[in-house]
């Protein structure tokens, strides 16, 4: 037995906006078969805006199509398949967007967001199984990262999924699952930012604000925000940035290095530019650590003064889903949020229906937004 749900498509790549009114991506009413083994069949209750959404409408971050996007969500488990234990209907989930196998060499070694068969899964657009689950007239649609939540239902493998309790509304645990475990993760277990360290934060998106927040809880001082939109500077400074600049008017190597005694000992680029990916290494003191957030087109090259890694000891990391592990980081996440240590509800911008999902990707795409987010049964 299959279910019939809207689901917003991406029919193909390399749309520029506007996409209001557009072709590229519309909403469709789709078949979604049953969850097979391993899978959840879940109602997608709130779906945030990522710019990694944005980047496969563009082509930046190439993808199969037709795909159902949108990859940080949450919502309530319908119906488990064949073999699934320990999720039942009625659970509460956030979707991540790199399912883990729980076997292969990267999970056994602690390391799930490199989970090399939810890699091979997310690239084909499949789930962890191999298989699609929407369709139409024998056409078969891709999955965004194993979640596509744009969409009033969809079919997730179990290793997507973790479950939260139901008093976590779902606006914050949407958020959770990409925005948040990255930014958070990226200070946290990435950079592994220590009290009194000076970290900058490029990029005040949903993942540079999480980071922004992180390095707050985590003691660092100062705490330098860089944002080329002054609402986005004001957003940091409130969220625990103890100094902004505007990445437009500003020396930004300079200036950091003057807020910060010479250069920071922490820089997270969570733009998804080459060039400052550049500028964040420049930033960094001596010893210090740039971390790679941000997901630049895969034709972009980055260069740095090479002597520098040696002669200065610099230190330059990449991280993917924070560098999470989602069962044991989303419950630490809720428990912040609980405590009013973590105010993720300060990134969501509003919420929108389908038929504002185009326009909604106009304001991400004008730097106008935080976190939107999709309420399927909202129309
Ligand atoms: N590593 C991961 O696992 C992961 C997860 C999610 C998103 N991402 C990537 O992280 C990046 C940020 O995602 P987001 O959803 O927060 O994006 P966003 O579009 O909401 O935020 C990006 C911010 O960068 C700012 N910006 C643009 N040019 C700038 C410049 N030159 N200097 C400083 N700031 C500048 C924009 O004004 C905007 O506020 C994207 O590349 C996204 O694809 C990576
Ligand atoms: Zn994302
Ligand atoms: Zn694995």
Known sequence: MSVETRAAVLWRLGAEPPYAGGSALTVESLTLSDPGAGELLV???????????????????????????????????????PGVIDVAPGDHVVMTFVPSCGHCTECASGRPAMCTVGAVANGAGTLVSGGTRFGRDGVGFAHHLGVSAFAERTVVSRGSVVVVPPSVPFDVAAMLGCAVLTGFGAVVNTAVVR?????????????????VMAAALAGAHPVVAVDTVAEKLSLARSLGATSVLDARSDDVVAAVRDATGGGADHALECVGSAAVLETAFAATARGGTTVAVGLPDPAHRTALPAVTLTGEGRVLRGSYMGSAAPARDIPRLIRLWEAGK?????????????????????????GRAVRQLLRPAAT
Do not use: K
């Open 195 to 211: 009290p009194g360290e000076s970290v900058v934060v490029f990029g005040l998106g949903g993942v540079g604000l999480s980071a």
């Open 43 to 81: 109602r997608v209750e709130a779906a945030g805006l990522c710019h990694s959404d944005l980047s496969v409408i563009n082509g930046s971050r190439p993808r199969p199509t037709p795909m159902v996007l949108g990859h940080e969500a949450a919502g309530v488990v319908e119906a488990a398949g």
């Open 342 to 366: 973590l105010p993720v509800g300060r990134l969501r911008t509003g919420d929108i229906a389908f038929d504002g999902l185009a326009a909604a990707f106009d304001e991400l795409a004008a």
